[in-house]
């Protein structure tokens, strides 16, 4: 899982890249923290339908990096993490 803020198209890059290696890692999902719809650019907007065709579920949240890695491992049990809708 990579977590990571809705606007480091550099880290949304890296991830495609990678996973489109054969020697790349392969990754269960990524989270986009930081997410506002209203906020989120065209290119970055066509990078993530891009990643359907890797096979690489996207969530996410409003909340923050740290708060949403929390909430993950368990650190912070009552939060939830909203999925992206397409």
Known sequence: MVITH???IDVLMSLILE???TNGAKYSGLLLT???AADISS???SILAGL???NVPVLA???GTFESAAAIT???PDK???RLSR
């Open 34 to 36: 930081g997410y506002d």
């Open 80 to 82: 939830t993490i909203n």
């Open 74 to 76: 368990g650190a912070i």
């Open 19 to 21: 996973c489109q290696s």
């Open 61 to 63: 949240t409003k909340d």
């Open 6 to 8: 809705a606007k480091r």
């Open 52 to 54: 359907e065709r890797i």
């Open 43 to 45: 290119d970055i907007r």
